[in-house]
């Protein structure tokens, strides 16, 4: 059995643009403990009980700073923005002008540009333990997009076992904004095999079919009779059916379910029969990417000491649809001078009854 520590804190002094980065840990009365580091306002482990009071850390990272700047994927744990997930050929018009962003993922620009918000060392505060306050102001034109992007985000770790992250984001030009975090989970353990055995319930009817690019053709399509129905819960390896066209563009799930739940309803539930323990996610955000960890490479060698593969993880990302600027259709991503963007997560963990 793999025994779990909380990553040193000296293993994460380091500096990137003459900035300081550190570590950051809550702790709970259950004794859950949850790390973070200010690079990336990114979550770098969370240790929770399995169904014999074991703690168990079901987020995947690494062990010290220099591993994350090193690492081949770069978002584990991240706060991802200004714009997280798609933006079709890197290209959009807001208020009659176009801006054209770096295109990092084929022809697409993916989670805010390659030095989005996950590759910044934030400001921080931390409050008695419970809270750690993370702040980023992102000057006007950076990675492409308009406008001085003030952006807030705060980590509250509940004694119910809850992570409750709070968005806050204000600008003095039009622009746009989509955050979300990035944590990789295992439920299992990190590094601990794939999650294929997990066992997934989205209460989505529909969800967002894509193109060869991985951007949504744009309209919504029932779950129902399809690979995307997980209005029961079902076992991942029973529902990923490789013969479906979007399995394949996805290369698994790579897909955006719509979410019509409010912040008091289960969005969406994953657990582990073997380690007993469940994920709740609760969201505020319209669109749930329930991603397999297709692309990890392998390449990665995480705090555990094993490599990280295809599908050893999963994440739910909380967010807006892809390639929304583009798209009148979807939910507005726009926010304007004068008015607030927030947004809530809660990631609740727990155990299967
Ligand atoms: C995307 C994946 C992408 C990954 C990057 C996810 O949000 O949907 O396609 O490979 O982020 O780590």
Excluded at 201 to 227: K, Q
Aim: aromatic share 12%; glycine share 8%; with cysteine.
């Amino acid at each position: 059995m793999t025994i779990y520590t909380l990553p040193k804190h000296i293993d994460f002094e380091g500096q990137v643009n003459a900035k300081n980065t550190h570590l950051f840990t809550l702790k709970n009365r259950t004794g859950m403990e949850v790390a973070f580091t200010d690079f990336g306002a990114r979550i770098v482990s969370i240790l929770v009980p399995d169904k014999n009071g074991n703690l168990i850390d079901v987020a995947l990272g690494f062990k010290s700073i220099h591993d994350y700047f090193a690492a081949d994927e770069k978002y584990h744990g991240a706060s991802v923005g200004r714009y997280a997930n798609r933006i079709a050929n890197g290209r959009f018009e807001l208020e009659g002008k176009t801006y054209t962003l770096q295109q990092n993922n084929g022809p697409n620009s993916l989670h805010g540009g390659p030095q989005g918000f996950h590759n910044k060392v934030w400001d921080r505060q931390v409050s008695m333990q419970k809270k750690v306050d993370f702040y980023y102001t992102s000057p006007d034109g950076e990675e492409g997009f308009p406008g001085t992007l003030n952006v807030h985000v705060s980590y509250e770790l509940s004694n119910d076992n809850e992570i409750i992250i709070h968005y806050r984001a204000t600008t003095d030009k039009t622009t746009v904004v989509n955050l979300t975090n990035h944590t990789y989970f295992n439920l299992n353990g990190e590094g601990d095999g794939d999650i294929l055995s997990h066992m997934v319930e989205i209460p989505a009817e529909t969800y967002l079919p894509i193109d060869e690019h991985a951007i949504p053709f744009g309209f919504e399509s029932p779950v129902d009779e399809t690979a995307f129905d997980f209005r029961l819960a079902r076992k991942i390896v029973e529902a990923l059916n490789p013969e479906d066209e979007q399995i394949q563009r996805g290369h698994g799930y790579d897909h955006t379910f719509v979410n019509k739940q409010p912040l008091t309803q289960v969005a969406a539930t994953v657990y582990s029969e073997v380690s007993g323990i469940k994920l709740d996610v609760f969201t505020t955000e319209p669109g749930i990417q329930f991603y397999t960890g297709n692309f990890l490479s392998g390449k990665d060698t995480g705090k555990s000491g094993n490599r990280y593969l295809s599908q050893s993880a999963f994440c739910l990302e909380t967010q807006h649809f892809p390639d929304s600027p583009n798209r009148s259709n979807f939910p507005s991503v726009v926010l304007k001078p004068g008015a607030v963007f927030e947004s809530t997560t809660i990631y609740k963990f727990g155990l299967v009854k």
